[in-house]
């Protein structure tokens, strides 16, 4: 009942950067975290990041630290990944996500919405 719509993916050379957007509508729930995730071909979807509904607390994968920054706009209902210093292990097909239940996870099965996920691919 929760639509979710990612948006900003493309290509860029290495040490490039992006930002993605995820808009959500549809069901009213209160105080949701949201997740980034990824997959390349072949590979299981894993996580990126994640924040509280407030952002007052925030996950990184350690293969992301430093270079991801989640955020998020509330009153926009939208969630934001900038990519910095992007790397073409990064080139992955990348997915919003939002928990029925309001904690925060890691983990891709506490996940219950999906987006239809946006292409990132990063040249070298």
């Known amino acids: 009942q929760v639509q979710l719509v990612e948006s900003g993916g493309g290509l860029v050379q290495a040490g490039g950067s992006l930002r993605l957007s995820c808009a959500a509508s549809?069901?009213?729930?209160?105080?949701?975290?949201m997740g980034w995730f990824r997959q390349a071909p072949g590979k299981e979807r894993e996580f990126v990041a994640a924040?509280?509904?407030?952002?007052?607390?925030?996950y990184y994968a350690d293969s992301v630290k430093g270079r991801f920054t989640i955020s998020r706009d509330n009153a926009k209902n939208t969630v934001y990944l900038q990519m910095n210093s992007l790397k073409p292990e990064d080139t992955a097909i990348y997915y919003c996500?939002?928990?029925?239940?309001?904690?925060?996870?890691?983990?891709?099965?506490?996940?219950?919405?999906w987006g239809q996920g946006t292409q990132v691919t990063v040249s070298s």
């Open positions: 996500a939002v928990p029925e239940g309001i904690g925060i996870s890691r983990r891709v099965y506490e996940y219950d919405y």
């Open positions: 549809g069901r009213t729930f209160s105080r949701n975290a």
């Open positions: 924040s509280t509904w407030s952002g007052s607390i925030t």
